[in-house]
Structure formats: C-alpha cells, structure tokens
C-alpha cells in the first residue's frame, strides 16, 4: 500500500506542478520536473515544504487550482456501510445512479416514497431537511436501515445534537462519511462509531498545531483536475492506528470529545 500511495501522491505533484498555485511552491521546493517527483521519497518531508490552503480560497479561485494533467469524472460512485447492495436515495447531486441508487437532488417527498430507500444518503443539511419533513408530515417514508451524511473538507462534521434529532425522527443509525470535491470517498465511519477510518489510498490526513487541540488538514491523491494539497478543514483531533473496536485495521481519526462538530476556532 506505501508504494502505491506514494506513487500517487507524486501524480497528485505532478498535476499540481501545472497549476498557478502550488507551481511557485513547488519550483521554491525543487520539485520543478518530473524527474524530480520520481525522486521523492516520502510524503511528510515535502508536505510540510507547502502552504496550509483555506478552503475560501480553494472554492472561490478554481481557476487557479484547476490542472490539465488530470480531468474530474462526471459522476462518482457512493460507497456505503451496509453488506449486499440496499435500496440508496441520495440527496446530493454528483453520484451515480443505478437500480439500487437513486438521485433526489431537488426533492425527495413523493418519490422516495415510491422508491421505499433502505438508506437515505445527503449532506447533514439535506438530512435535517428531510426530518423537519417527516415532523410535519410531508413525508411518509423514510429510510429503513441507516443515514448517511456526506461531508465536504469544508464542511462540519454532525454534533451529538443533530444525531440525536436525526435518531428522534428516523430511529436508524448515522454513519458519517468525508468526501472530497471530487466525490471519492476519503473516510468513513463504522458501525463502533469512534471516529472516522481514512481511506489511504485516497487522502493524507495530518493533525497539526497544539498537541491538546490539533488541527487537521487533508490532502486528496485523487482529485488531479483541481489539486487539493493540505487544506485546512473545521475539524480537530488526532490520528491513531490502535485498532477500531470493529476490528478494522488502519489509520483512524479520532475526533475531540469535546468538539460538537461545529467547532471551526
């Protein structure tokens, strides 16, 4: 897996290495070439050569992030927790569909209904809409087996709160997912619910600043169209290998207990 991840984060330099942004950066690091990308022989050293990036200036000048060495597909595919292959209507636009998988991207009352989903997939908004529907009887039907809340690296993660009010309307559990801009999927909660495992072969997470309260910043290895290298996400905690109480292997994020998810400070 170390070879694989690292041969995909020198393609990640070498589509970053054809944006205005993280050019001079790289030039100033002498990493200017792709014979030098094929040298590097970790990734913390040169990680820590770039520049923390706020997701503001990420979103609102893609122009300057957008690279020719790698093109976004159109459509990702939604990965969820459940075995076999459930009934998913999504709430959010920019994934697949299929004949397990629906799209409900501008509304969702009367044909989820129709479709009868297992699990119901969106951002914590568009899940907090679909309950504020169910309490005022708009909605009949809901999801049988679980949630699903897709969330942006700019995005904050669900507070014990909006779990609650989720549990109070639907009665089935929340799994939380982080996607990237380019809908891969980055990390992803277990059914033990203590913190997030991330997907090595798809992001870097780093916890930086106080070692009490440390920041996290996350880098994809898969987005080459638009270059994501260390931005700066609301979340604090740290990162562990010590085994889930699933019994998954690999690197987990364990969240502050104290953060109530909307912690940005």
Known sequence: MQAARLARFRRLLAA???????????????????????????QAEILARLPVLEPD??????????????RRPELARLTHPLPGKPRIAVLTEGFESSWRVRIFPNGFRNGLARFRPEVVAGSP????????????????????????ALVRPNQPLLDEEQRGRLWEV?????????????????????????????VEDAAIFEACGPHATPKLLVTSLTDLAFPMIRLATPWRG????????CGHPGERIVFRQDQAGRDAA
């Open 125 to 148: 908004e568009r899940l907090e809409q679909l309950a504020q529907a169910r309490r005022d009887g708009l909605l009949s039907a809901g999801p049988t087996h679980a949630l699903l």
């Open 238 to 245: 740290h990162l562990t290998r010590r085994l889930c109480g």
């Open 57 to 70: 200036l990420y979103l609102r000048q893609p122009e300057r992030f957008a690279s020719q060495l790698g």
């Open 16 to 42: 970053a290495l054809g944006t205005s942004y993280y050019r001079p950066w790289l030039e100033a690091a002498s990493l200017d070439s792709a014979e030098k990308l094929l040298g590097i022989g970790g």
């Open 170 to 198: 639907f009665r089935v559990p929340v799994f939380q997912q982080i996607i990237g801009f380019d809908g891969e999927l980055l990390a992803w909660e277990c059914e033990a619910h203590s913190g997030l495992h991330t």
